[in-house]
């Protein structure tokens, strides 16, 4: 007969295994970023130097600021495919701005600034008044700005001495100010893109895990038709998650132009995968199986770290869309087949 002291070393094992489990599951990312770094240090020791890192930040500070967005409409449900074009077409506005009209910092960013709100409207008015799916309705948005981003300038790039369509040349230059979002560092160390970034994630934090317009965000992406029988605001939840995505696209467009100081016609080649990848990297984080604007930003900077560490150990530059898909793949698959385990 099995005694009850017989089966309590099967049940301490069984608790110690859960428990190992759990912390796997939930700190699988931060052990591999942690991992990653003392092997990169170890192989290339100028990997661990500050600059180093801090350059790390301010290259993913872009994505990161863009995969918040996607972080967003994922919470409601949605999943904004039109992010990458925003960013880009706010670099060829902000640079038309100021080379042919000839605006100042100041004007610049806030028209930009609207303009990536207006488009995040427009999706909304696509997705929510008109019913046309969000995967459809950004897709379209995202070709839509693709092709009309290079009609003012007849496909051109632009940069100061700009030939226009009409034979005339761009007399205007970008504003040193502007520039300097890109450029300046607080105290020399710390870049701006990267305060940028961490006002972003903090604000966005704050919004989505700590008020009740977040549970609310959350609530509508897991059940849209009980949210609304509760009382919920859904159409108008919607709405502000594409809002700040395509203000938050515009936002990083604008510290690409400024890092740039060109409105380079292929400027947001990679930014939407980029960003997507860091959203998805973040359902991993603390295992909670859900978009979270802390995981994506811990997903961007994982990628980062990575990317730069291959590049330090002179890694082919060809091999770093195969790196970035199977880190993205091993994420998922270690957050929910762990956690189907465990189930």
Do not use: C
Not at 172 to 181: C, E, S
Not at 289 to 295: M, Y
Request: net charge positive; hydrophobic share 55%.
């Amino acid at each position: 007969m099995t005694t009850a002291h017989e089966n309590a070393p099967a049940a301490t094992v069984g608790n110690t295994g859960d428990g190992l489990r759990e912390i796997l599951r939930s700190g699988a990312v931060f052990i591999l970023l942690a991992a990653m770094m003392i092997g990169f240090a170890i192989a290339q020791p100028a990997f661990i130097n500050l600059n180093n890192l801090m350059s790390i930040l301010q290259a993913v500070s872009v994505v990161a600021i863009l995969g918040a967005g996607v972080t967003v409409t994922l919470a409601v449900g949605g999943f904004d495919l039109s992010i990458g074009a925003v960013a880009a077409s706010s670099v060829m506005a902000a640079s038309y701005f100021m080379i042919v009209w000839g605006f100042g910092a100041g004007a610049t960013v806030v028209l930009v600034v609207f303009l990536g709100a207006g488009i995040g409207l427009l999706n909304a008015l696509l997705i929510v008044r008109l019913k046309v799916p969000d995967l459809l309705a950004t897709l379209a948005m995202m070709f839509l700005l693709t092709g009309l981003q290079l009609i003012p300038t007849a496909g051109r790039s632009i940069s100061p001495g700009l030939i226009l369509p009409d034979g005339a040349t761009a007399t205007g230059k970008y504003d040193p100010l502007f520039l300097a979002i890109g450029r300046s560092s607080v105290f020399g160390v710390v870049p701006l893109p990267v305060i940028l970034m961490a006002i972003v994630a903090i604000a966005l934090f704050v919004l989505t895990e700590r008020t009740r317009i977040g549970r609310l965000l959350f609530a509508t992406g897991g059940n849209e038709l009980a949210t609304r029988l509760a009382g919920g605001p859904t159409n108008r939840l919607k709405t502000l998650a594409y809002v700040i995505s395509g203000t938050l696209a515009s936002v990083g467009g604008i510290v690409v132009a400024a890092r740039v100081g060109r409105g380079d016609v292929s400027s947001g080649g990679s930014l939407l995968m980029d960003a997507v990848a860091a959203a998805l990297i973040g359902f991993a984080v603390l295992g909670l199986r859900r978009p979270n604007v802390f995981g994506t930003i811990v997903g961007a900077v994982f990628v980062g770290v990575l990317l730069n560490g291959l590049t330090m150990l002179n890694a082919p530059y060809y091999t770093q869309d195969f790196v970035k898909g199977a880190v993205l793949v091993g994420a998922l698959a270690l957050t929910y087949g762990v956690a189907r385990g465990r189930s």
